[in-house]
């Protein structure tokens, strides 16, 4: 079946700028992640959906960050006025309900001249 | 932050050798999971090893973890090229998954 998908693969953007990047998840998983990896490193957890639960918040790394969930499925994660240290792989994970393997898109990569 | 952290950063074999990589971590854990990434893109899972296990297999992969240590390894047998990639542990407490920095595997033919 379909995985993870996420649009754009590649974004690049002049600092000050917002952008918006998209997940799908897989149908019918209920939880959805963010993550952020920089070059390099590790991936570091952003934001976590669950079902109609209020999200975990708690990664992200400044109120230029926010993120949504329409209708329990595709998920927007909005970056407002960019800058550098912005620049990364952004990926987004989905998992059914039950199961803690998360499964992951091929993420987008950003790039804030 | 990062919870884990993997050894050794990097790690180059001939094909058919075996590959070793560690990963320690700092608080409790649910469970701790191995995942591959190729390419700088989307991670893929290996393998799920829970607090109560000390020993999992998966084809050629062998995972262990020592909860007294903080402490996981994966072996990877008989390696081929196509094992060339990044690969992270990441813990799991909360349903969030704390990743390392990872260790790039490079397979020689």
């Known amino acids: 079946g379909a995985g993870v998908s996420q649009s754009p693969s590649n974004k690049v953007t002049e600092k000050g700028k917002d952008v918006e990047l998209r997940c799908d998840p897989i149908s019918g998983h209920t939880a959805l992640y963010w993550y952020r990896q920089s070059l390099g490193q590790g991936l570091e957890f952003l934001i976590y959906f669950q079902g109609n639960s209020a999200p975990d918040k708690s990664g992200l790394p400044s109120d230029r960050f926010s993120a949504e969930r329409t209708g329990g499925s595709v998920s927007t994660l909005t970056i407002q006025r960019t800058q550098q240290e912005d620049s990364a792989v952004y990926l987004c994970a989905s998992s059914p309900a039950g199961e803690e393997t998360q499964y992951f898109g091929p993420g987008t990569r950003l790039l804030v001249l | 932050s990062q919870q884990g952290e993997e050894d050794p950063q990097a790690l180059s074999i001939q094909e058919g050798e075996n590959a070793t990589m560690n990963c320690s971590y700092k608080?409790?854990?649910?469970?701790l999971q191995w995942y591959r990434q190729n390419s700088g893109r989307g991670l893929v899972h290996l393998i799920l090893i829970r607090s109560n296990e000390r020993e999992k297999h998966s084809g050629r992969l062998r995972v262990t973890l020592d909860t007294s240590k903080k402490s996981s390894s994966l072996l990877i047998t008989a390696s081929r090229a196509a094992d060339t990639a990044s690969y992270f542990c990441a813990t799991d407490l909360d349903y969030k998954l704390s990743f390392g920095a990872g260790t790039t595997v490079t397979v020689r033919a």
């Open positions: 608080t409790s854990i649910n469970n």
